[in-house]
């Protein structure tokens, strides 16, 4: 999923730019402020272990392997800001070191793996395991947030011209929802074995902070309107209030129809650029909403 | 990804290696600008700058079996994107091009990293304000990567050299055990880092 350099254009770079440094920015604000000086090393150390958590090669079926994104797996461990920062310094490393990744692109790979990722798997799984149990919340997490991400993926392609939307989404869509399920399986595995030997190292490391979630959600959000949106997205989910969120832009995709597959389109549509508007609206308000009904579901949870 | 394939030349003596990594950095990151985003087809554009690179490549004393090797690893995923181009009408010619740029952005990028140690650009990206926390990050995060890998090959060797294991499952639960194991061993480590940063006077900036 990392995008290489050339792949996207100049509007698609700076937006999704500015999308990472924001989200970066908050993190580590949240990270400064709430996490004790004695863990700081331990941001490094987790990056490192998911840099070598991604090493590990599964098999997908038909033959081909995918590896783990760690998106959910961080995030589970070390709480979503923490989880921000750590996945962030992995694909810079891997996109100055290993060339894994462009430079042009780092600021939508950084806002598809390190923010969009953790943020869903985390948004999923808190509600979630209250309800669900560790195990399927983790697993459902894991598998929303690469599908999701590699659906963000698939609109900065196809917002940039270079791929048409019907051509990506179901490869972009298609191959992650496969791996996704290498992702659930082996991130409920590995959250599973830690839980069997240090089950208190869980505890510590998911601070519940609420705070944490609401300026990089509605970061997130906002990214899946502005660049998920404008297509005419037939999603075939229902779940969690992401999908709420999503459903949303179904709706507004239907106002728009539009132009974009013509690749000639040099800058932002006036009427799309209201499109985008009326769905940044839209998504603060069933932001709202969603986060008002997920807090009433917990608090249910937790008294009973 | 063996550690020497990242730094291996880094400390070669040649005037590329002899740029200050701060301004190297920068000038890396204008042509990768330069060529990812100029819209349409600047094939000449594209050609003075493969050419640019070639002679800084030669310059640096480089094994261009060492640059050739490095490109080759990078390459899987932009042939797989770019391949989609080709379904779609005048799908060669975005196809040569998405190639062209992604290529030499590549090389750009590689020349930078294989001619600088990483520990300078670090100091680079210190100087230029990021934030202290991520710095400190990115740079636990390489001085332990490699330390990481070998742990959890030396740990899987270990597992199999005591079990056998037909089952595709039982491949699945080993692989997940020696992941958990890692994360474990790491928040160990990182305790103990963490103790001799501070004895050496580090503290949250």
């Known amino acids: 999923m990392h995008i290489p350099d050339g792949f996207l254009d100049a509007k698609t770079a700076l937006a999704t730019g500015v999308l990472a440094v924001a989200g970066l920015g908050l993190a580590l604000r949240r990270v400064r402020q709430s996490f004790p000086p004695q863990r700081i090393p331990l941001l490094g150390l987790a990056a490192a272990f998911i840099f070598a958590a991604q090493l590990l090669n599964f098999p997908v079926a038909g033959g081909t392997s995918g590896h783990l994104l760690g998106g959910a797996l961080a995030a589970v461990l070390l709480g979503p800001a923490a989880a921000v920062v750590a996945m962030s310094a992995v694909l810079v490393l891997q996109c100055l070191l290993f060339s894994d990744g462009g430079v042009t692109a780092l600021g939508a790979n950084l806002f598809n793996m ?129 999908a709420a969120r999503l459903g949303f832009e179904q709706h507004t995709a239907q106002l728009l129809k539009a132009p974009l597959a013509d690749y000639a389109v040099p800058g932002l549509p006036w009427e799309k650029l209201g499109t985008v508007i009326s769905g940044v609206i839209g998504t603060l308000a069933v932001f709202v909403a969603a986060w008002a009904v997920v807090r009433m579901i917990g608090k249910k949870a937790h008294n009973v | 990804m063996q550690p020497d394939l990242i730094d291996r030349y880094a400390r070669l003596d040649s005037p590329v290696h002899a740029l200050a990594a701060g301004p190297k950095l920068c000038a890396a990151l204008a042509l990768v600008l330069l060529v990812a985003l100029w819209p349409g087809a600047p094939w000449r554009l594209l050609g003075a700058v493969a050419a640019l690179l070639a002679a800084l490549a030669a310059l640096s004393r480089m094994p261009p079996r060492f640059l050739l090797r490095r490109l080759l690893i990078a390459a899987p995923f932009a042939l797989g994107v770019a391949a989609l181009a080709l379904l779609q009408p005048d799908g060669l010619r975005i196809f040569l091009l998405l190639l062209a740029k992604s290529t030499l952005c590549l090389a750009a990028m590689i020349l930078l990293t294989a001619t600088t ?89």
């Not at chain 1, 839980?195 to 505890?203: M, S, Y």
């Open chain 1, 114 to 242: 390190a923010v969009v990722a953790p943020v869903v798997a985390w948004a999923v799984f808190r509600p979630l395991e209250r309800i669900a149990g560790r195990g399927g919340a983790v697993a459902l997490a894991a598998w929303l947030s690469t599908v999701i991400a590699a659906l963000v993926c698939a609109g900065e392609l196809a917002w940039s011209g270079r791929v048409a939307w019907h051509l990506v989404l179901p490869a972009m869509g298609g191959v992650h929802a496969l791996i996704g399920l290498g992702e659930a399986l082996i991130t409920t595995l590995i959250l599973g074995a830690i839980a069997a030997a240090r089950p208190e190292l869980l505890e510590a490391t998911a601070p519940a902070h609420r705070r944490d979630l609401i300026g990089l959600g509605l970061l997130v959000a906002l990214g899946l309107v502005v660049l998920v949106a404008p297509f005419a997205c037939p999603w075939p989910d229902g779940l969690e209030r992401v």
């Open chain 2, 117 to 205: 140690p990483f520990t300078d650009l670090l100091e680079a990206l210190r100087r230029a304000r990021v934030p202290p926390v991520f710095v400190t990050t990115l740079a636990l995060l390489y001085r332990y990567l490699f330390v990481l890998r070998d742990e959890a090959g030396r740990m899987r060797r270990a597992r199999w050299s005591r079990s056998f294991s037909a089952t595709r499952a039982h491949r699945w639960r080993v692989l997940a055990t020696v992941a958990g194991q890692l994360f474990i061993r790491s928040t160990g480590r990182a305790e103990r880092i963490y103790a001799a940063m501070s004895a050496r006077g580090w503290e949250v900036k």
